[in-house]
């Protein structure tokens, strides 16, 4: 069965600070993995997803992933964080069904 | 298009009274979600759709039922609401259903069950 784990429920940046938010995922058989935020009282949002080809994924508002099969990982990256990139952010994992599978999800904020 | 919408935003209920959650979807999709949210638990899927008549339990379906007349509606009941239902709902809609698609959210119906 599918699985993902995301390090750190709260994660705290400067202003201008690299982001990164970690997520490892467990899957039997090629995952699709994918990025969703959520800002505050809002729904979910897709930031970014892989599916097959470059493993190297880019997002919206300047997010990116990277899939490394051999770590099973796809954390999430941002050169420079920015006051309006807190938030609260999940990995998801799905197969070839239709059900997503989310992570417990990581709050980012950002100090000035 | 408004994509997923959801009413009421907020609502309180007492122990033991009935309630539906609305959710609508204007993009013609197929697949809708049901899902709640915790602190600190991510999402669960409580009940899914995969087209007009068709849906199925997902992980955490007790105390819920759902039913799907019409693709764009996908309405969630809470028969007798008791306070481990008191959660944020969020619904959700895809076109196909397969594991690469995209499934747009709802802004949630944060329930309070006292």
């Known amino acids: 069965a599918q699985s993902v784990t995301q390090l750190g429920s709260h994660v705290s940046v400067s202003e201008g600070a690299l982001v990164l938010l970690r997520c490892n995922y467990s899957s039997s058989v090629p995952p699709y993995l994918f990025w969703y935020v959520q800002y505050p009282n809002q729904g979910l949002q897709l930031l970014l997803k892989y599916t097959t080809g470059a493993t190297l994924v880019k997002g919206i508002n300047g997010f990116e992933a990277e899939f490394k099969k051999s770590e099973t990982s796809f954390h999430l990256t941002k050169p420079s964080a920015h006051m309006s990139d807190a938030a609260e952010y999940f990995c998801a994992v799905s197969i070839n069904t239709d059900k997503l599978i989310f992570g417990t999800g990581t709050r980012l904020q950002v100090f000035p | 298009n408004a994509g997923v919408t959801q009413t009421p935003k907020f609502r309180i209920l007492k122990i033991g009274q009935s309630m539906t959650l609305q959710c609508a979807q204007d993009?013609?999709?197929?697949?809708m979600y049901w899902y709640r949210q915790d602190p600190g638990m991510g999402l669960k899927l409580i009940y899914y759709?995969?087209?007009?008549?068709?849906?199925d339990k997902g992980e955490v379906p007790n105390g819920y039922n759902v039913s799907r007349s019409t693709t764009e509606d996908f309405p969630l009941r809470l028969e007798l609401a008791a306070p481990s239902q008191t959660s944020v709902y969020f619904c959700?809609?895809?076109?196909?259903?397969?594991?690469?698609?995209?499934?747009?959210f709802g802004p949630g119906t944060r329930l309070t069950v006292l």
């Open positions: 759709s995969v087209g007009a008549g068709i849906t």
């Open positions: 993009m013609n999709h197929n697949y």
């Open positions: 959700a809609s895809s076109t196909t259903g397969q594991g690469a698609d995209t499934q747009y």
